[in-house]
């Protein structure tokens, strides 16, 4: 089955939040993977000792919390570091 961004907690772009997600060893191109394949999810930097950063864009703060948590229930993920987050308005909304 093909995550979408609605069977996704994932997915939207309202919410953005920028991530650290620590890898345990040897699964690092596992973990790379199935974060790439999550909707709303963009891995941005892996370094070699299994730390990547992420950003993870959604539609809610409820949504951005079940990403995170989806996230860090990864096999192969160690942890998951929330570091930023950002609240940005629908461009329709803005007018």
Do not use: W
């Amino acid at each position: 089955m093909t995550n979408t961004a609605t069977d996704s907690p994932c997915g939207g772009s309202v919410n953005i939040s920028s991530v650290i997600v620590g890898a345990a060893p040897g699964h690092l191109d596992k973990v790379r993977e199935q974060l790439a394949a999550v909707p709303g999810v963009e891995v941005h930097l892996v370094s070699e000792d299994g730390r990547l950063v992420i950003t993870i864009e959604a539609a809610s703060d409820g949504k951005t919390a079940d990403c995170f948590e989806m996230i860090r229930q990864m096999p192969g993920v160690m942890s998951a570091s929330m570091v930023y987050h950002q609240f940005e308005p629908e461009p329709d909304e803005e007018a």
